[in-house]
Every structure is written in structure tokens, then in C-alpha cells.
């Protein structure tokens, strides 16, 4: 492979990297970027909303003058179609990676690269798919409509029960089998790549961290269909789905829900087993151990001589794998007195391994979940400090730009983003936990 070529592709790696599209992520082993892995996070407001799906792209020598080939690894082995153009044996038909006919200027040029492909494929992922199959615009009849709203029911399903849960389950070694008294699919590995070395899962955290986000959104999406299916009632088939290329199976929501519940359960328990596991790591004297009580003991000092930001920062219990930040809700804004503590909790793994923070008394806040879970991201991966801003950015933040993948609390997000009354709403219901944050500190 060229020079040219591999640094094409590092550059566009680096690119989507460092963007500010929280739905698209890719990553690949050191020694070889000609075979990236890359992860769509399912639109908001389709069937796909927050599902997790993977992807393998293999770039050829001749790239970018040739397309490269992307293979669907969320395809539960093999045996489930998610899209009319995302097959169950991993082809995705795009006219832009030259799987499918298009219209003149749809196919590849160089010009196009890896983001525009993942992009592409997103755009599939829309809130009425079955549009995607060919003769669609003919379709008129009562039973064409039907097979839609029937398409769309069961998507939403698999996408929970495969792309969220299943992978979810995988990462925490939940054993499959019984769930609440209610027996539940046994799925093998996604993607056999029939190599012996340890499986490349670069988006383990990355998954774990989404999952708390939009838990909120995972079991509202649950409540919501329970009372559309009852458990046990079997897909319809759409007429373009074969054998061994179809999406089979039945509704068990009851299921999801406790499993759901389960692993929401298994992620707050493996945060706070982090507390013990860096008291460990602090005997040890280990590297990570003394690289936060240093960066935690800077932190200290440059907000000492900040007088914009009103906070206290505190390491529990002499842990610097926990941190107490308590922010103080500037004058003259919704969040004037508030008293916010809030909890980072780091790994002995840091930076692989992103802080899970929350905040002790659950705000009203677009990007706090009802669980207290505070939804914000930053570039400086590794730099505490970057951190501390951008969670005091997310909190602090009166005119964000609107981005439904940060909006994890759903009742505030429909309030904050919708009528001039739905807004004072919010600002009541918002001045109200402030006012409890008082009360309660």
C-alpha cells in the first residue's frame, strides 16, 4: 500500500476522531489502518435510535481512486437484515461504494472519503426504512402501509435486543440463559474474524458510557411498545426478506426490560468497584495513581486563581480515583444558588477507560438523566482538567446548539427544546432542583 494512500487514511481517521459527531466513532490496530472498525449510533426518532452498529471497512492499495469495502458485523451472526440495503451476511448496497446502481454523480470519487460513507450508511437508518427497497414509491396500498408500521416495530425490537442489550451483555459477561424467569436468546459472537489473537472491540467504553446516557430513552422506547405488543406475538415478514436474509423472531419486551435493567445494575456496580481497585493501585504506587493525585493537585491550584468559576474540588476518602466536585450555580441564571455535588469516578484504566460521572441529586437538566448521569465529552481524553470544563460547560450552557444524541433526560429535552411555554416550564421545574440541591446538601 502506498505512502499517499496510508496517510489519506490516517488523516481521515484523525478527522473523524477529533469531530464533534457523537454518533460516528472508528478506530483500528496500530500496525495496520488499512482495516478500521467503525461504529453508527443509530439516529434519534427512528427505530435505530441509539443502537449501537458496527462496522468492518477494509481500504484496498488503490484507495482513494477505489471505494473500500464495508461489511455489517451487527448482523446477530448472520442471521438478521436491519435495513433492506444492510443484508444479514454484511453487504451494505450503496451506490457510493459501488453495491448498488445509483443515479449518474452518485457513485465514488476521491473526493468522497471514510466520513462520508459512514454517513451515508446513517442515512439508511431512517424513521420509515422499508423506503429503502426498490418499487418502494409504488407502494400505495393498505398493505404496503401496514408492512411499514410492521418494519419499523420490529427494528425497534432487534435494535434493542441485538445492537444494545446482546453487545451490552457481551462486554459485562452477563450470562445468557434466565432472566427473570424468562429465557432469553443465547447469541454467538457478531464477527468470526478466524483469528486467533484477543478480539479487537475498540468501542467497549465508548458502548458503556452511551448505554447510561440514553438509558432513560432504551426504557421509555420499552414502555412504549409494551403496550403495543404483546409478548411472545411473532414478526410479520416483509415481502423482500428471504431465508437466511430476514429479521425473524418475536416481541419480549418484558424480557428487554428486566435485562435492560440488569445491565444498568452491572455498570453502576463496576463504577464503584473502581473506588477499591484504585486504593489498590495507590499501594502499588502505581503510574495512573500518581498521575491523578498530580493532574487532581494542578486542578486545585488553577481554579484557586480562577474567579469565574465558583467550585470546590475534593478527592474522597484521600482516593484520587474519586472526585467530589461541588459547583456553585453562578448569579443571575437559572442555576443561581444551586449547590450541584457531583461524583467522577475514574479507573485504574484511565484514559481507556472514560470517568463516569453523576450528579448526587438528579438536576432537571437536558443533560442529566433522570439516574443523575451527566452527559458531556471532551477531546483532551487524558487531561482531567478538560474534563472538569466540559462538565461544567454541559451543566452551565443556556443557549446550547441542538444535538438530540446529548439530550439524555427525555421529559427535559422535549420541554427545553419546545414551545415558549414548554421553555418556562423547564426553567420552573429546573429552579425547583436547585432549589433541592440547597436543601439537600
Not at 435494535?159 to 446482546?166: A, D, G, K, M, P
Not at 415558549?420 to 429552579?431: E, G, I, S
Request: net charge negative.
Amino acid at each position: 500500500m502506498s505512502n499517499q494512500s496510508i496517510l489519506r487514511i490516517t488523516r481521515e481517521l484523525s478527522e473523524i476522531q477529533r469531530g464533534s459527531d457523537l454518533s460516528l466513532a472508528v478506530a483500528c490496530r496500530d500496525i495496520d489502518v488499512r482495516h478500521v472498525r467503525a461504529l453508527i449510533i443509530g439516529p434519534p426518532d427512528t427505530p435505530y435510535e441509539f443502537g449501537f452498529f458496527e462496522f468492518a471497512v477494509k481500504f484496498t492499495r488503490e484507495y482513494p481512486t477505489k471505494a473500500p469495502s464495508v461489511t455489517a458485523i451487527t448482523t446477530n451472526s448472520g442471521r438478521t437484515r436491519f435495513n433492506p440495503n444492510i443484508y444479514a451476511g454484511g453487504r451494505v448496497c450503496l451506490s457510493i461504494l459501488g453495491t448498488w446502481r445509483g443515479e449518474r454523480g452518485e457513485e465514488w470519487s476521491s473526493a468522497q472519503g471514510l466520513e462520508s460513507i459512514l454517513i451515508s450508511i446513517q442515512s439508511l437508518m431512517s424513521g420509515n426504512p422499508y423506503e429503502n427497497e426498490p418499487g418502494f414509491e409504488d407502494a400505495k396500498s393498505d398493505y404496503d402501509k401496514n408492512n411499514q408500521q410492521f418494519y419499523v416495530d420490529k427494528i425497534r425490537h432487534e435494535t434493542l435486543r441485538i445492537s444494545v442489550i446482546e453487545r451490552l451483555e457481551d462486554y459485562l459477561n452477563i450470562e445468557r440463559g434466565k432472566v427473570g424467569g424468562v429465557t432469553v436468546y443465547n447469541a454467538e459472537e457478531d464477527y468470526q474474524s478466524g483469528a486467533t489473537e484477543a478480539p479487537f472491540e475498540p468501542f467497549k467504553d465508548l458502548c458503556k458510557r452511551r448505554f447510561l446516557w440514553y438509558y432513560a430513552s432504551y426504557m421509555a422506547s420499552i414502555d412504549a411498545e409494551l403496550e403495543k405488543h404483546k409478548d411472545g406475538s411473532r414478526f410479520e415478514k416483509m415481502p423482500f426478506e428471504g431465508p437466511g436474509n430476514a429479521m425473524d423472531g418475536s416481541f419480549e419486551y418484558s424480557s428487554l426490560k428486566k435485562r435492560m435493567e440488569v445491565i444498568h445494575d452491572k455498570l453502576n456496580q463496576e463504577a464503584a468497584d473502581w473506588a477499591t481497585e484504585g486504593l489498590a493501585a495507590v499501594r502499588k504506587e502505581s503510574g495512573i495513581a500518581s498521575n491523578l493525585q498530580r493532574q487532581f493537585e494542578q486542578i486545585v491550584e488553577n481554579y484557586k486563581k480562577n474567579d469565574a468559576v465558583a467550585l470546590d474540588l475534593e478527592m474522597v476518602e484521600k482516593n484520587p480515583f474519586v472526585w467530589r466536585l461541588v459547583l456553585f450555580g453562578r448569579p443571575m441564571t437559572n442555576l443561581d444558588g444551586g449547590i450541584f455535588n457531583i461524583v467522577i469516578r475514574l479507573s485504574p484504566k484511565f484514559p481507556d477507560i472514560l470517568p463516569r460521572v453523576t450528579v448526587e441529586v438528579p438536576l432537571f437538566h437536558h443533560r442529566v438523566s433522570p439516574t443523575g448521569v451527566l452527559c458531556y465529552d471532551t477531546m483532551k481524553k487524558d487531561d482531567m482538567r478538560s474534563h472538569i470544563e466540559a462538565i461544567i460547560e454541559a451543566i452551565e450552557d443556556e443557549s446550547p446548539a441542538y444535538d438530540p444524541r446529548t439530550l439524555v433526560n427525555p421529559e427535559a429535552a422535549k420541554l427545553f427544546w419546545g414551545t415558549a411555554d414548554d421553555k418556562k416550564l423547564y426553567n420552573r421545574r429546573l429552579r425547583r432542583a436547585v432549589q433541592d440541591s440547597i436543601e439537600n446538601c
